[in-house]
């Protein structure tokens, strides 16, 4: 981890506490007042039953790639009861983030986000994959039937993603502008391929590839922001970042919120959702007291991943085709 950088010396301004049974109505209130139809969260977790449990006692444990952190999940509810809580927050747009730590689980993670993307209408159908033989079909079959974004884990499944079994796959994704929620930076804890330098060298030979870097690539923020300001189909996610919680164990450099304003059109709103160790209302007011205005938390918060997924201006439920 990069030292504590010494033009960093101001505590961000303290974020207010909202009762449990007001976080709906905090939430709402937050894009109303910007004049939002709602939020899309790029980064929200749902998979089968049983791995989401494992993900929990993982987190309970202090598993190692929590970076031996306490982490209390704030929405440890059943399935149906957390997607009543994004609606109720307004979120009209949300993600499926699942990913294999072994060879042999993508095809059946995939097909049971293929059928809670058909049970869930405001879910954008998310896939994953691994380096392993047959990936490129499998994605290619993903795309088919329609998957909206794809999510990798490089630390989770601890590969390379220059792997050159991955390069066919990168290629299709390319091709048919599906971005990919990737998480490849080093936070909370580093693993083998995790890192800018794998990441550049998937970009040098798919340029076009709608990489969207989960959780700004902490604690590598300022080199992954180095690679989409050189990559124009380069984004990155605002998942746990600015966080009171995050900004204790890798705080973001206030010296790159510069650099962060002039992507304002390539940073989404991402969450984690359910996994957090706080209320999901306080990432949207770590945002808003960044300073960098109502137009770039318009554009974070909705606008720039309500244009790439093409979600239009119609509120959830009604009919949002591409
Ligand atoms: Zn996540």
């Given at each position: 981890m990069a030292p504590a950088d010494p033009g960093r010396s101001a505590e961000p301004a303290p974020v207010r506490d909202v009762p449990p049974?007001?976080?709906?109505?905090?939430?709402?209130?937050?894009?109303?007042?910007?004049?939002?139809?709602?939020?899309?969260?790029?980064?929200t977790h749902f998979m089968p039953e049983r791995v989401l449990r494992k993900v929990w006692d993982y987190f309970d444990a202090l598993g190692e790639l929590t970076g031996g952190v306490e982490w209390p999940i704030t929405y440890r509810e059943e399935e149906a009861e957390r997607t009543a809580r994004l609606r109720e927050f307004g979120v009209r747009a949300f993600t499926a983030m699942l990913y294999p730590h072994k060879p042999g689980m993508a095809t059946w993670l995939n097909g049971w986000a293929a059928d809670f993307a058909r049970r869930t209408p405001d879910c954008l159908h998310t896939a994953t994959l691994y380096p392993e033989r047959g990936v490129e079909a499998y994605v290619r079959e993903a795309v088919e039937a329609g998957a909206r974004v794809f999510k990798a884990h490089v630390q989770v499944g601890a590969y390379d993603p220059a792997d050159e079994l991955l390069d066919q796959a990168w290629g299709l994704l390319a091709e048919a502008g599906i971005?990919?929620?990737?998480?490849?930076?080093?936070?909370?804890?580093?693993g083998k391929h995790t890192g800018p330098e794998p990441i550049a060298r998937v970009l040098a030979r798919h340029p076009r590839l709608r990489l969207i870097v989960a959780h700004m690539g902490m604690p590598e923020h300022e080199e992954f922001l180095g690679l989409a300001e050189r990559y124009g189909e380069v984004r990155l996610d605002t998942t746990m970042v600015f966080t009171d919680f995050t900004e204790r164990l890798m705080p973001f450099p206030r010296h790159a919120l510069p650099r962060l304003a002039g992507l304002g059109d390539r940073v989404l709103l991402g969450s984690d959702f359910p996994n957090i160790p706080y209320p999901y209302v306080h990432q949207l007011h770590a945002l808003e007291r960044l300073g960098l205005g109502d137009a770039w938390l318009r554009r974070v918060?909705?606008?720039?991943?309500?244009?790439?997924?093409a979600l239009g201006v119609r509120p959830t439920g009604a009919a949002s085709g591409p």
């Open positions: 049974g007001e976080e709906a109505e905090e939430v709402r209130r937050f894009w109303g007042r910007l004049g939002l139809p709602g939020l899309v969260d790029v980064h971005p990919v929620v990737i998480h490849c930076g080093s936070g909370p804890a580093p918060c909705h606008d720039n991943a309500a244009a790439l997924f």
